[in-house]
């Protein structure tokens, strides 16, 4: 970085970042409805500002913990690696008092009204959790915090959110409510979500990494080859899930053999089948970038060794190439986990049902908790995979 | 350069071009044919509302939206690039990867709470999502700008802006059109989803085919949407190969 911009010490305001986000969480919460109160499930509610919705020792912390994070993004005292530091520990627990405040807020309301009453959380609710999720982004970039310090801070944050759950903060909110009424369902349609991503990732690999083996030994083959995969990329899901149907149900109808293994026009034939078809190219083309990165000299060195092909392809270039090919997986993962959700459509299951279900009926609370628990899910799954993808680094080059 | 390789993707372009084109305006010439393949269908062709107007409302989404996003996006990442925005490029960078973790149908649904159903939020969606690519390529583009050549320039006397308009742009182009080209066909497939929160598109024909059990209206509407995804992915090749210097 170029010596203009180390005068962090001069300005009055260390870290610009931190700062804007506070600004915004902090007009984001007073001026955006935190939370709304419905007299039934289908009917829109009243807006509740953050400053109705949270008790007074609850409001009094947010300003303490706002005070500190303003005083964190300042040049003096704190400096800008206290201060990072200094965010990591007061956004978590703004995180906190405010997830707590909502479900507080929503026992309190819901104490004496009726039981058809339903509170949700409003826009100032999700910029509040953002923007805190973003500080502590920043804090971690600032500090250059290694991947295994981070997964363990988000372990904790994460279980301070688990342990809300667990002591049934939320209960009394709408999404929960929407939970608990169908909650063998949600329970069944996660796991069908699981699996669905499951079977379509497995033939996905035992396809794609011979194909991307084959366009790393065989230049001809690549332009054909990636040609094809990115025509399947490029169109939509739903249409090549519905394109889908046809097909399979006049195969399901001609071999009726098929149809008891579960082959039919809709359901979950044509998701997988579609989604085998968009993981293909994003492991192909990282199979090959993979074992295009492994050094000639290396491969030179290897087989002056005396390692046979297989030697050499097993113990030299599959380990070199493997953080490569996992990220194509990472990649894969979560766009599959994504696109399950709009194989929903034709009948699959998976978390989708509950967001098209909810979007037929006017039931926002069930869209969210369709859509929220989807994100969770991609969210976990790429960290997840991006530790895989470091781990899988030669010693050297992590 | 192999010169002679893009014509073949040019005469598909125009066949599949051709296609999208006698397709949208003349569906209804193919209602024997459907009428054949289904026997059992009361209507063959889909008759609420003509393609044309579905095909015209599908682009208005995506145009509007990728307006909106590319001016965003491009901005954005110019600023997050010059001096005084740099402070916010690593944060930039990471919001822009997260995000294209979430789910775009996921992200419709949660749009539809804060902005209503219709028009409004699937825009609001689509720009939001279709922002991230913009964002991330222009950032990406700038950075491989070799600072020799920067030098080169300032040596020569351009100033700052000149720069910018002649050397970095320029040079960054075929990145930054690429992630224009991610952001609008992922844009193409999320107004598709837009019609199960009442936005009506090319959708619109599906949803209607797959809830109302009559699966020619989903062939005829999954037809067009995926044929006005590949000719707009081909036109983009074609686009980004205007760019390609010295390569």
């Known amino acids: ?398 | 350069m192999k010169r002679n390789l893009p014509h073949g993707r040019d005469a598909l372009l125009l066949v599949l071009g051709v296609a999208l084109i006698l397709l949208v305006l003349f569906m209804d010439a193919l209602a024997p044919l459907f009428r054949a393949a289904f026997p059992q269908l009361d209507t063959a062709v889909y008759a609420r509302e003509s393609f044309l107007k579905l095909t015209l409302d599908h682009l208005a989404l995506v145009l509007v939206s990728s307006l909106i996003s590319v001016s965003v996006g491009v901005a954005a990442g110019l600023f997050v690039t010059r001096r005084a925005g740099r402070e916010f490029e690593p944060l930039v960078s990471a919001l822009a990867a997260i995000g294209q973790t979430f789910p775009p149908a996921a992200v419709l649904a949660i749009v539809v709470p804060l902005a209503g159903f219709g028009f409004v939020p699937t825009i609001v969606a689509l720009t939001l999502y279709g922002l991230l690519p913009v964002v991330q390529n222009t950032i990406a583009g700038l950075g491989t700008v070799p600072t020799d050549t920067l030098e080169a320039a300032r040596g020569t006397g351009m100033s700052a802006t000149q720069i910018l308009w002649r050397v970095e742009l320029p040079l960054a182009m075929r990145v930054i059109i690429a992630g224009v080209r991610v952001s609008v066909i992922i844009n193409i497939g999320t107004a598709t989803i837009g019609s199960t929160v009442g936005a009506q598109s090319l959708g619109t024909p599906i949803i209607a085919g797959l809830v109302g059990d009559n699966i020619a209206y989903v062939i005829q509407g999954a037809v067009l949407v995926g044929l006005l995804a590949i000719v707009s992915d081909l036109l983009f090749e074609r686009l980004e190969r205007r760019y390609r210097f010295g390569s």
Do not use: K
């Not at chain 1, 600032?142 to 981070?150: I, K, Y």
């Not at chain 1, 087989?303 to 270039?317: C, D, F, I, K, P």
């Open chain 1, 1 to 398: 970085m170029p010596a203009v911009f180390r005068h962090a010490d001069r300005r009055l305001v260390a870290n610009r970042v931190l700062a804007t986000l506070l600004v915004a969480a902090v007009a984001g919460s007073l001026l955006l409805p935190f939370a709304a109160m419905a007299p039934n499930r289908l009917v829109s509610g009243e807006s509740v500002a953050l400053v109705a919705a949270l008790s007074p020792w609850q409001t009094l912390v947010l300003l303490g913990l706002a005070l500190v994070l303003g005083v964190a993004c300042l040049a003096r005292p704190l400096g800008e690696h206290r201060g990072a530091r200094t965010a990591l520990i007061a956004a978590p627990l703004a995180l906190l008092v405010v997830l707590y405040g909502l479900g507080d807020y929503a026992t309190r309301a819901l104490a004496d009204a009726s039981p058809a009453a339903r509170v949700s959380q409003g826009a100032a609710f999700w910029v509040a959790v953002f923007c805190c999720a973003l500080m502590m982004v920043d804090a971690f970039q600032r500090l250059r915090t290694p991947l295994w310090l981070c997964s363990i801070y988000a372990l904790v944050v994460l279980g301070g959110i688990v342990a809300l759950f667990a002591a049934g903060t939320f209960d009394a909110l709408a999404i929960m409510q929407e939970y608990f009424n169908i909650e063998d369902a949600f329970a069944a349609q996660f796991v069908t979500h699981l699996v669905l991503v499951g079977l379509a990732l497995g033939p996905a690999l035992v396809v794609g990494l011979p194909l991307g083996l084959l366009a790393h030994r065989r230049p001809g083959a690549r332009g054909p080859l990636f040609g094809v995969l990115n025509f399947f990329q490029t169109i939509p899901s739903i249409a090549l899930f519905a394109l889908l149907v046809t097909p399979l149900s006049r195969l399901g109808d001609a071999l009726p053999w098929l149809r008891e293994w579960g082959v039919s026009g809709i359901g979950a034939a044509p998701a997988i089948i579609a989604l085998i078809m968009y993981s293909l190219l994003p492991i192909v083309r990282n199979t090959h970038a993979g074992f295009a990165g492994v050094a000639p000299a290396t491969l030179e060195a290897a087989s002056g060794m005396g390692m046979t092909a297989t030697q050499v392809l097993w113990r030299v270039e599959i380990p070199l190439a493997l953080p490569v090919i996992l990220s194509g997986l990472r990649i894969v993962t979560v766009q599959a986990i994504g696109l399950t959700v709009v194989a929903a459509l034709i009948g699959a299951g998976g978390l989708g049902a509950f967001i098209f279900q909810g979007l037929g009926q006017y039931a926002i609370d069930l869209v969210l908790l369709g859509a929220v628990p989807t994100i969770a899910l991609a969210v976990v799954a790429d960290f997840l995979l991006q530790i895989l993808v470091t781990v899988s680094r030669p010693a050297g080059a992590r």
